[in-house]
């Protein structure tokens, strides 16, 4: 508004000190926004996990198998609207360094249960029809450059065949799409069929099963009543909500969001050194020129305002060029987390960091302001 | 001129307490700096520490051709046999080979910290794994007996997961098993695990398929034979690696994050650090500007007052770094920390603050201070004499 | 011609750690409209500590003090700073003017109290500024401009808000004789053209001599001249 030029003027006055607290305060918000981003993204699974879905494994740990007989049981249970399973396959392509995230399904139960992942008709059908058929996601297809008809060899570290060898072939029939997630679109999926006949070991088993509840508030009830099924059994299951299922992972990661917070927890407390030593500094300095405004009729509250909004001027454009280059840079992570895009939640929390940030350096300097004695100030 | 920096650089420092607010600037800029990075460099240091440190050169360790971990690696029995009894391998007294034909399954056991449940390795060990793994020392309780469902639990591990401490009992798969016993290693990846004996564990888990074979070589040296003799055997398909290999391998990929987060998020903070001190050296600088016109009025050089505003800027950053690394060896020396391991099973590792860290840390500091002191120093000796005492 | 400013037996102590002074002793002093009193005294007399009871930048110990009819020793902090923008335009020895801002902007500075709009406040500065003498040196910062320069500045930005009263300390005490009489003459020029109401803290008597009256302090009290000017 009017005060602009005043406001503006004020914090250039001392050039190389604004420049340099400016800058600092910048790096404080681009680390925000890559900590706090990566913080999202890992937490991202956990908020995009489906309500209606519950996923079941073996209660010793996820890298025990289930059998595939517990499928029947688990669909004949009230409440349950479908069930589809998946197992790990664990491969790679061509190189120990390409590993591909591969899972034999049942098409329809699969795609049926996961309707997130858009798969054109025809392509659902020729993947049903066709024994050695898969389907990949869009960004596995743009990776390696595979097309629908190509053939795609995948070595599993895990699954060898009678033969002793470990080599599977696969036609690609599909490609499908996960428009709520572009994160999610690397997947290799085949027929469970040609999975289960062509290896040596654990036949008639899966690694896990999905089941859909037909309401999300009978989620509780419909887990228990799962692992009652298989209770006592040399097979016993956990059946938990998606969602705690993606958050109990995480947690074998580790307190990702605990470094993260020690991490901007040390940074802002340097930073409120840095940026209040400024403020302190530049108001002290203004002194005669904060009695003058008195003078001319600025009120002490005014003038509390004026040092606090210079103060919040500076934060927010600082926090604003540190939180625009996270966002311009935090693309370059995705290989390593699987994040795309900077969640629009780190920047409103960002802002709201600035703003804090603000208040807390300049308070006690716009206080001073605010009480500073004209004639004493005019006379010093 | 030594005579002159050091009345204009004593002159600085007695101004110091004066500049309180922004001296302690560039000290907390720069502690904060350094003590992230030292923790985040502690963690990799001690996750490696924890990793090489399992294994001997004398060790080796078979897995099945093409699988990367233990987890996913399958070896026959009589393979095994083979694997074993290949010339080599170091045999006991009574000339059996010392070695040990493995097999691991994961567990879900609750941990203590958050009560949720994470992945444990049970470790089905041989016969001679004790002559095999001598560092594995029983600390409490006693080893368990072959064909009973005992188990033994390592330090690391018991200080992670509840419920097995001995005298407890865990069930899987319908059979229930009592921890006997706690052993200590060293430190290394085997104290995240639960141990038992072999054949049992098998059979609780219905599998008759081994996982890995490790054994003992008469000496280092014999390792490039032993491996040719193995590859070259048509009736197996394995890949062979020198037990420190094997673990280096697995750390790569938790390594490379680490390392990422130390020199990504401390290269950035030690940027944010070098505006901190350019800021306050700069302000430094101007405040005492007449009295630097005065000194050159008199006659003082200006290289005398360069170097004076280096040294106070670098001794600034030497606290800084001092207090950063502290605290870092405070805070978190020793801390345990656990992640997802190769096996995808928890590891524990602990934080090591080494001297050389610190040591680090402090080099750190000092770039730091010496950048931020540069231009500032350049300024002071470039200051216009007439104009600073004109100012007055 | 009535009295615009009138003082009435005030006392102005300060306390300093434990010891009072008392600065002005029952002063009372009348100040007509339009005039150009200069405030005369050797250093310590008070002089000061006046002027900033007739600016409203201090409250009396004990009195009263009517500028333009308003008893302002009674106002609240606040509402003296509304009635400064009102009523006073100030003019200090060393020119006080923001050194970061162009002259125009530095002149804007009391407007902005204002409502009024930006292309209104942008004419009255011109206007101010045209006065003074200066309207071609606008846009120059201070430091750009010689001591008169930046003291006619400052005389604009106390003239802008069209206030009651102009209060002067010292305005030419940073000054050479040359410059000085210039501003002076600038002064006298607003009391006699544009009947401006001016009180000048001077101990030259050079530029006593530009006033239509002189009073004299000397510890606090009135020492020479009526106490109606």
Same mark, same amino acid.
């Given at each position: 508004m009017k005060y602009f030029p005043l406001l503006w003027a004020a914090l250039w006055r001392k050039k190389a000190r604004t420049i340099f607290t400016l800058l600092s305060i910048t790096v404080a918000f681009l680390l925000f926004g890559m900590l706090q981003g990566v913080n999202a993204g890992f937490n991202q699974a956990v908020e995009k996990a489906n309500v209606n879905r519950l996923i079941t494994t073996s209660s010793i740990a996820l890298t025990e198998n289930l059998p595939y007989g517990d499928l029947a049981q688990i669909e004949a249970l009230p409440g349950v609207a479908g069930v589809a399973h998946a197992s790990w396959f664990g491969p790679y392509y061509q190189? !120990?360094?390409?590993f591909v995230f591969s899972f034999p399904v049942e098409p329809e139960r699969y795609f049926g249960i996961y309707p997130e992942l858009i798969l054109p008709k025809e392509q659902l059908q020729a993947f049903i029809n066709t024994r050695t058929g898969a389907v990949i996601g869009a960004d596995l297809a743009r990776k390696y450059g595979w097309k629908i008809g190509d053939r795609v060899p995948l070595h599993s570290t895990i699954w060898t065949k009678p033969d002793g060898t470990s080599d599977w072939n696969f036609d690609v029939v599909g490609i499908y799409e996960n428009p709520t997630d572009r994160a999610q679109e690397n997947a290799f999926f085949f027929n469970y069929k040609y999975f289960d006949e062509g290896? /040596?070991? /654990?036949?008639?088993?899966?690694g896990w099963y999905i089941v859909r509840v037909?309401? !999300?508030?009978?989620s509780a009830q419909i887990a228990a009543a799962v692992d009652k099924l298989f209770a006592n059994s040399p097979d016993e299951t956990k059946t938990e909500t998606e969602k705690e299922f993606q958050q109990a992972f995480l947690k074998q990661i580790g307190d990702i969001n605990m470094i993260v917070t020690y991490i901007l927890f040390a940074v802002f407390f340097a930073l409120l050194f840095a940026t209040g030593s400024t403020m302190m500094q530049s108001v002290r300095e203004r002194v005669p020129e904060l009695a003058v405004l008195k003078t001319l009729g600025f009120s002490d509250t005014s003038v509390l305002t004026l040092v606090l909004c210079e103060s919040l001027l500076l934060c927010l454009l600082a926090a604003a060029l540190g939180l625009i280059a996270a966002w311009a840079l935090f693309p370059g992570l995705k290989d390593t987390l699987g994040v795309v895009k900077l969640p629009t939640v780190v920047i409103v929390e960002g802002v709201v960091v600035a703003v804090l940030l603000a208040f807390i350096t300049g308070i006690f300097p716009a206080w001073r302001a605010k009480r500073l004695d004209i004639v004493e100030a005019l006379r010093g | 001129m030594f005579k002159q920096t050091t009345a204009i650089t004593s002159m600085n420092l007695r101004a110091i307490p004066q500049r309180m607010g922004t001296s302690w600037v560039i000290v907390i800029g720069i502690a904060v700096t350094v003590a992230v990075l030292v923790s985040v460099l502690a963690m990799v240091a001690g996750f490696s520490k924890t990793l090489s440190s399992t294994g001997r050169a004398d060790r080796v360790i078979v897995l099945r051709g093409g699988s990367v971990a233990e987890l996913s690696s399958t070896i026959s029995r009589d393979n095994t046999i083979n694997i074993m009894d290949a010339p080599g391998v170091k045999k006991d007294a009574e000339g059996k080979p010392i070695a040990s034909a493995e097999m691991v399954a994961v567990v879900a056991l609750p941990q203590r910290k958050t009560g949720t449940a994470a992945n444990v390795t049970v470790r089905g060990v041989g016969a001679k794994a004790a002559e095999l793994r001598p560092e594995i020392h029983l600390v409490a309780g006693r080893m368990f007996q072959p064909a009973v469902r005992e188990l033994i639990v390592g330090r690391s591990a018991l200080t992670q997961f509840k419920g097995v401490d001995i005298g407890s009992h865990i069930s899987f798969r319908n059979t229930d098993w009592t921890v006997v016993g706690e052993f200590e290693s060293g430190g290394d990846a085997h104290e995240s695990e639960l141990m038992g004996d072999i054949e049992t564990v098998l059979s609780a888990f219905r599998r008759?398929?081994?996982q890995s074979v490790t054994v003992m070589l008469d000496s280092p040296d014999a390792f490039a034979q032993y491996k040719d003799k193995l590859t070259t055997d048509p009736t197996l398909t394995v890949d062979v690696q020198r037990e420190p290999d094997y673990y280096a391998a697995q750390s790569k990929q938790l390594n490379k994050l680490l390392n990422f987060l130390a020199f990504g998020v401390g290269g950035i903070m030690a940027i944010g650090a070098i505006f901190g001190a350019l800021n306050t050296m700069y302000s430094a600088v101007s405040a005492r500007s007449l009295e630097i016109a005065t000194l050159r009025a008199i006659g003082f050089g200006a290289g005398a007052v360069v170097v004076s505003v280096f040294v106070e800027a670098l001794l600034l950053s030497l606290v800084g770094g001092l207090i950063g690394a502290a605290a870092a060896w405070l805070f978190f020396n020793g801390n345990t920390v656990n992640t997802l391991g190769a096996n995808f099973t928890q590891v524990v590792f602990h934080l090591t603050v080494t001297p050389q860290l610190l040591v680090s840390g402090i080099i750190w500091a000092c770039v730091i201070g010496v950048l931020g002191g540069l231009f500032p120093a350049i300024r002071a000796a470039r200051l216009p004499v007439a104009t600073a005492l004109r100012a007055a | 011609m009535s009295a615009i400013v009138s003082l009435h037996n005030v006392v102005k102590t300060y306390t300093r750690g434990k010891q009072t002074v008392e600065v002005l002793h029952n002063l009372s002093i009348d100040i007509a409209q339009g005039d150009f009193v200069a405030l005369m005294g050797p250093s310590g007399s008070g002089k000061t500590t006046l002027l900033n009871l007739i600016g409203g930048l201090d409250r009396p110990s004990k009195g009263e003090v009517n500028v333009a009819g308003e008893r302002i020793d009674q106002l609240s902090s606040g509402q003296l700073a509304k009635w400064r923008a009102r009523h006073v335009g100030f003019v200090f020895q060393f020119y006080? &003017?923001?050194?970061? +801002?162009?002259a125009e902007r530095n002149v804007e500075l009391p407007l +902005?109290?204002?409502? &009024?709009?930006s292309a209104q406040r942008k004419q009255n500065v011109q206007a101010a500024l045209t006065v003074v003498g200066l309207a071609e040196r606008a846009k120059h910062k201070p430091a750009e401009l010689s001591g008169g320069q930046a003291q006619r500045v400052a005389i604009a930005r106390a003239l802008v808000a069209d206030p009651t009263l102009l209060v002067c300390d010292e305005p030419t005490g940073d000054l050479d004789r040359t410059t000085a009489d210039e501003i002076l003459h600038l002064l006298q020029m607003l009391n006699k053209d544009h009947g401006k109401t001016i009180v000048m803290v001077t101990h030259d008597p050079k530029a006593a001599e530009f006033a239509s009256h002189q009073l004299h302090l000397d510890k606090g009290q009135l020492v020479e001249g009526s106490a109606h000017a």
């Open positions: 190189d !120990p360094k390409n290896r /040596s070991f /654990s036949k008639g088993t899966v037909k309401d !999300p508030t009978q | 008759n398929l081994f | 006080n &003017l923001m050194p970061m +801002l162009t +902005l109290l204002t409502n &009024l709009s």
